[in-house]
């Protein structure tokens, strides 16, 4: 969780790496760590990844 200013919002991340790739959800996406996982689990292999769950989701 990490403090922003309407309140707490959720990151979740994975792997390690000199590069770090950020998802960003779209509409549609009530849960976005889910949703990506196959794609967290193939990215975190040699890179960080971080997913951004926007206020109202997740």
Do not use: C, Q
């Not at 790496?17 to 996406?29: C, D, E, F, M, R």
């Not at 996982?37 to 990844?49: D, F």
């Amino acid at each position: 969780m990490v403090e922003v200013a309407e309140g707490y919002m959720h990151l979740y991340t994975k792997g390690e790496g000199v590069n770090t790739i950020v998802l960003l959800n779209s509409a549609g996406t009530a849960a976005p760590t889910r949703d990506f996982e196959p794609l967290i689990k193939e990215l975190a292999k040699k890179n960080k990844v971080v997913v951004i769950e926007p206020f109202g989701n997740g």
